[in-house]
């Protein structure tokens, strides 16, 4: 897979594609727009409250230093009840900061669940030539990564905004409020801080986008090395690729040692320029003390310095909700663009049409298709296959049989030209139903984490008994007698199973499914020639009557079909049965006699 090809999650974004994708993902975010404002609520309940208690902590700071100044005994009671209030206060601030993140978690975890159900009901409607255009990695980090990224931004960044400035306005009027003079006297560091958040941001942004970068090139290398890992043990192919991933890897330590080292430089120089305002706050507070006209005593005094402190914390927070909503961006890009992607045609208006019993007549009328527009695969195709016939496509590789199979099935649609079952386009069904129509083994095998018996009955309710009937034809029941458990023997991923067991697993899979016709893609290839001969045997059976499309490379198996169609490049260069085709001495007999030598 080329990360290149794709954008990944945290990629730079063009202008005005974050303003597009933060609308959409607000737009989804709209059913969940109550309890994220009572969240909200909760959040600048709690800022409040921290802008608030500094005043309490004053007025209790004053009882204190009132008794100090004037000798009179403090009055413990008064010291008490601040006391209390401020603990009360705290609570709540504690209480409302909790509620806030629940709510918060709650819905974003709700959103990503609905974001993945989505985005796993639409890989069912998108055609299948999205498939063969996006590689498996790159949905799937759509699906667990992308979703993850909005889910945790949702989380953090939007009560970090709210909270931030709540925080900044609140700590301002309160500031004000309690001494216009050393309010001021505050902000003065604010540009200084203002112009150190700008130059660290300047610096970290781009190595933060890069980083993201890396971790996607890394991500996918480490899936190519995993699903490679034969093919690299087999060609001593670690080094080369140990080198490259560490290559990759060094990148990755690289760029996410600048963006952390310059982004963890924000704090303590923040802290460091607040120093500043806490000294300044004492030098002009000092020098307004002792004038009892300027209002400022030891408790406005104490109050700033909580308010210096609380007024620098927002601004970085802003600066770290910057880059979280940049990847929330990039991320919701990402899912929102497969969430839109094209889909199948809906076929809801369609209706079955071949309910009452198909004979199994299948026409290719001048079929015309290529898999993108630019490169034709088929270019005019035409045959017509009685019902009950068994039909044999033959050819080299390449020449388009598989594709003829996919048409067939409207896996793909054609460009012109039309497939008709019993004289009724298939166009003019619904897709369900052509599949209903036809049990097919593809070419390549599939099966996924179950038992057996799953595995075989797959989307049918069928009784073991059948289930044991169509293993006996398949010639898979020894095999699946020898496994712990029999029928209920967990799979993992097939990979504990040789291919050509496999194949007969897909083959039993195929004669449960009892449909009217049948597609047999290289069905048999790799199993041995006995059983390939006890298979042929009980495929004849089941295609006894019925119309069967049989791909076969080895020619022995379809000689006794009732009608040959040998492809090249796309085309029907010959048909007609083996003695036929033998007799004309074309193509075929070439093919035929070629295997015949190479048996012997
Ligand atoms: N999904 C796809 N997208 C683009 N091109 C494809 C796709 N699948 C197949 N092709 C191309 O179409 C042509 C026909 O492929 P097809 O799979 O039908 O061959 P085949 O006759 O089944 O060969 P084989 O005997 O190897 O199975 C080939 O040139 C192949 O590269
Ligand atoms: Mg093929």
């Known amino acids: 897979m080329n990360p290149g090809h794709m954008r990944m999650s945290g990629a730079p974004l063009k202008k005005g594609e974050f303003k ?36 309490i902590l004053s007025d209790l700071v004053n009882v204190i230093t009132a008794g100090l100044l004037t000798g009179a005994p403090v009055v413990m009671s008064d010291v008490a009840r601040f006391a209390v209030i401020l603990i009360i206060f705290y609570a709540c601030n504690a209480l409302c900061t909790y509620t806030s993140s629940y709510i918060m978690t709650t819905v974003s975890q709700r959103m990503c669940r609905k974001l993945r159900t989505q985005i796993s009901e639409k890989i069912n409607r998108v055609p299948l030539k999205y498939f063969d255009s996006h590689p498996y990695g790159d949905t799937l980090s759509r699906v667990t990564n992308d979703v993850d990224t909005i889910g945790n931004s949702m989380q953090q960044g939007v009560s970090m905004v709210v909270q931030s400035v709540c925080m900044l306005v609140g700590v301002l009027i309160a500031m004000f409020v309690t001494s216009w003079q050393l309010a001021l006297t505050v902000l003065i560091i ?110 406005t005094l104490s109050a700033f310095l909580v308010y210096v402190n609380l007024f620098q914390s927002p601004l970085s927070q802003i600066a770290q909700a910057a880059n979280v909503l940049q990847s929330a961006a990039a991320a919701s890009g990402r899912v929102f663009a497969f969430l839109e992607e094209e889909e199948l045609s809906d076929e809801s208006d369609k209706k079955y049409l071949l309910k009452d019993g198909v004979r199994g007549e299948v026409e290719f009328r001048h079929v015309r298709f290529g898999y993108s527009p630019d490169r ?66 593809l070419q390549d095998t599939w099966m996924f984490a179950g038992t057996l018996r799953e595995n075989i009955a797959y989307s049918k309710d069928v009784s073991d008994e059948e289930i ?53 893609d ?27 499309f049989v791909i076969a490379h080895r020619l022995s198996t379809i000689k006794n079909a009732d009608m040959i169609l040998v492809m090249r490049d796309g085309n029907i260069i010959e048909q007609g049965n083996h003695e036929e085709l033998i007799a004309k001495d074309g193509f075929y007999a070439q093919l035929y006699n070629s295997q015949f030598a190479g048996d012997c």
């Open 468 to 520: 044991r009937k169509a293993c006996d034809a398949a010639g898979i029941s020894h095999f699946i007698a020898t496994q712990p458990g029999g029928l209920d023997h967990y799979v993992e991923n097939g990979d504990e199973i040789s291919g050509g067991q496999k194949q007969l697993i897909t083959i039993a899979r195929a004669m449960v499914e009892n449909a009217p016709m049948l597609i047999l």
């Open 376 to 441: 034709v695969i088929i270019p005019d195709f035409s045959a017509k296959i009685q019902p009950g016939w068994k039909v044999a496509i033959v050819g080299p590789t390449g020449a388009g049989k598989t594709t003829m199979v996919n048409l067939l099935m409207r896996f793909y649609e054609v460009n012109s030209g039309d497939i008709l079952i019993d004289g009724v386009s298939i166009k003019d069904m619904p897709r369900e139903e052509v599949h209903d129509l036809f049990g097919m083994v």
């Open 190 to 299: 604010v540009p200084f801080m203002a112009l150190l958040l700008f130059v660290i941001l300047k610096f970290s942004q781009p190595q933060f986008r890069k980083m993201q970068d890396e971790l996607a090139v890394l991500n996918s290398k480490v899936e190519e090395n995993y699903s490679g890992q034969l093919v690299i043990k087999a060609f001593n192919a670690e080094k080369r690729t140990g080198a490259d991933f560490d290559k990759t890897n060094k990148k990755l330590k690289n760029c996410t040692f600048k963006a952390q080292a310059l982004s963890s430089i924000m704090q303590p120089a923040m802290t460091f320029i607040s120093y500043f305002a806490y000294a300044a706050v004492c030098v002009v507070a000092g020098l307004m003390i002792t004038d009892p006209q300027s209002g400022v005593n030891f408790g």
């Open 20 to 55: 597009k994708n933060i609308k959409k993902l607000v737009l989804f975010m709209k059913p969940y727009l109550i309890p994220i404002l009572i969240a909200l609520v909760f959040t600048a309940g709690a800022t409040v409250l921290s802008i608030y208690a500094p005043q």
């Open 522 to 548: 290289e069905a048999t290839s790799n199993v041995d020639t006995r059983t390939e001969e006890v298979i042929q045997e009980a495929m004849d059976n089941l295609t006894h009557g019925r119309t069967s």
